[in-house]
C-alpha cells in the first residue's frame, strides 16, 4: 500500500529511458557482431527479463549503472533452453521469433514462459503468425508457456495486426538474420499501434538492417544482413512522460528532460494533443516545461496510442465538458483488462461517464475520492491512481506499489523529488 497525501508538483525531472526503444535496440544488438554500447538504460523488470533471455541465446551482455553492454558475436551458440519473457508481451513475442531464427542451424526446441499476468494474456495472433510462416510450435492453450521447434518454412505470407503490432514488430527486428533464405515478404493487415512499427524500423535502421516498406502494408526483408555495433543514447520514454505532463497540468509545473522531439516514439503526439487544448507548454534544448492550465474537454482517438488512456483519464477528469475517448477496445489485453481498470477507477471517484463499445465519455470537475484506490498490479494504473493526487483534497491509498517496478523502477523517487 502506498499513501497518497494531496500534493502539487513543482520542479525537474529526467524521465526515464524509454523500455520500448531499449528493448528493440537490445535484440538488435544481439544479433550484431561487435559490442554495442546503450548509455542511459532502465533496468525494469521488462528490461531486466529480455536481457537475461538474451544471455540464455548466448549473447554476451555487461550491465553497468549508465550503460549497458552488448555483443552478438556468440549469439544463437546455446542450441536449446528456455527463454523467460518475465511480465511483457513484446518480450515474449520476439523472443519467440528470435527462437525460431536460432533453430536454423539445429533441430532442437526453445521453451517459451513468463510468469504473473502474462501467463494469462492471449498469444493467438502470434502462433496464427506462426502457422502461416510454417514455424513448429507446441502449446496447450492460447497462452504461455510454449516451445518453438523450428525457424519460418514459408517466405511470403500474410499476418493480421489488428490485436497488437509486436508480432510484426519481432519479425522485423529477428528475420533479417536469418541466413537460408533470400528474403521475406510479409503482408500486414489491420495494422494498429502503427507508430511502435515506425519505432522499431528506426531503432533498425540505426544498426544498418534495411527494409523496404511498400504501400499496402508489404515489408520486403532481405535476409543475412549484418547488423552494424553502435553506440546509442537511449532516449527518453514518452509514454511516460505523458503522465506527468498531464499530472502537471492539473496541477503544478514541471520541467521535463531526457526527451526527444524528434523521436519516433508513438506516445510525443500527447504533447501536441496538450498544446491543442491550450495547455502551457514551452520546449527548449529537448526539455519540455507544462504548467497548470485551464482547458475544455478534447475528443482522441487512442487506437495506436493506448498506454496514453491512463493520461487521458487523468486530463478528464479536470476538463471543461465532457471528453471521449476512442479506441478503448485495445485496452483489453494489457496487463490488466485496462479499459475494465479505468472504468473502476473513475466509478470509485464517483465521476459520471458513459460507454460504447469502442469509447467511453468523462464529464469533467466532478470527482470524490475514497479511502482507497482500487487499481489491479498493473503499472501505468497504478502511477495514474498516485498522479491523481495532484486532485485530491484528502489522503488515500493506492495497493500493488511493486508492479510499477515493471517498467519505472524510481517512480516513487522521482515523485518525492517534486511532489509539494
Not at 387 to 399: D, E, F, I, R, W
Amino acid at each position: 500500500m502506498f499513501k497518497v497525501t494531496p500534493f502539487a508538483l513543482d520542479g525537474k525531472l529526467e524521465v526515464p529511458a524509454s523500455k520500448s526503444f531499449l528493448q528493440r535496440a537490445a535484440v538488435c544488438a544481439s544479433l550484431a557482431r561487435g559490442k554495442t554500447t546503450l548509455f542511459r538504460p532502465i533496468y525494469s523488470q521488462d528490461v531486466l527479463s529480455l536481457l537475461e533471455s538474451l544471455k540464455n541465446l548466448g549473447t554476451h551482455v555487461v550491465m553497468l549503472k549508465d550503460r549497458v553492454e552488448i555483443d552478438g558475436t556468440s549469439t544463437f551458440s546455446k542450441k536449446s533452453g528456455v527463454l523467460v519473457a518475465g511480465e511483457s508481451g513484446f518480450n515474449a513475442r520476439v523472443l519467440s521469433l528470435l527462437a525460431s531464427v536460432a533453430l536454423e542451424t539445429t533441430r532442437t526446441s526453445w521453451c517459451i514462459t513468463g510468469y504473473g499476468t502474462l501467463l494469462q494474456r492471449s498469444m493467438h495472433s502470434l502462433f496464427e503468425t506462426f502457422r502461416a510462416a510454417r514455424i513448429e510450435l507446441k502449446s496447450f492453450s492460447d497462452a504461455l508457456p510454449f516451445w518453438v521447434f523450428s525457424p519460418p518454412k514459408k517466405t511470403a505470407f500474410a499476418i493480421d495486426v489488428s490485436q497488437t503490432s509486436q508480432v510484426l514488430s519481432g519479425i522485423l527486428l529477428s528475420f533479417p538474420a536469418l541466413t537460408s533464405y533470400e528474403k521475406f515478404v510479409i503482408y500486414a493487415q489491420n495494422v494498429v499501434s502503427h507508430p511502435y512499427i515506425e519505432l522499431t524500423l528506426d531503432v533498425l535502421e540505426k544498426f544498418n538492417v534495411k527494409i523496404t516498406r511498400e504501400d499496402g502494408g508489404v515489408y520486403q526483408i532481405p535476409c543475412n544482413q549484418r547488423y552494424a555495433p553502435v553506440h546509442l543514447a537511449v532516449e527518453g520514454d514518452w509514454s511516460h512522460a505523458s503522465l506527468w505532463m498531464a499530472a502537471a497540468a492539473l496541477g503544478g509545473k514541471l520541467y521535463l528532460s531526457g526527451l526527444s522531439l524528434t523521436s519516433h516514439q508513438g506516445d510525443k503526439i500527447f504533447l501536441q494533443w496538450l498544446q491543442e487544448l491550450g495547455i502551457h507548454i514551452n520546449h527548449e534544448n529537448n526539455i519540455v516545461c507544462v504548467e497548470m492550465s485551464d482547458y475544455s474537454a478534447f475528443h482522441v482517438d487512442i487506437t495506436h496510442h493506448p498506454d496514453l488512456a491512463p493520461a487521458l483519464t487523468l486530463l478528464a477528469l479536470r476538463a471543461r465538458g465532457t471528453s471521449c475517448i476512442e479506441g478503448v477496445q485495445r485496452l483489453r489485453n494489457k496487463e490488466s483488462d485496462r479499459f475494465k481498470a479505468l472504468l473502476s477507477f473513475l466509478k470509485q471517484l464517483e465521476v459520471p461517464f458513459d460507454t460504447e463499445k469502442n469509447k467511453v465519455c468523462i464529464r469533467g470537475g466532478k470527482f470524490s475520492f475514497p479511502d482507497q484506490v482500487e487499481v489491479p498490479p498493473d503499472h501505468r494504473m497504478v502511477m495514474m491512481a498516485i498522479l491523481a493526487g495532484v486532485l485530491a483534497n484528502k489522503s488515500y491509498v493506492v495497493p500493488n506499489l511493486t508492479s510499477i517496478s515493471k517498467s519505472y523502477p524510481l517512480f516513487i523517487h522521482d515523485l518525492m523529488k517534486v511532489a509539494r
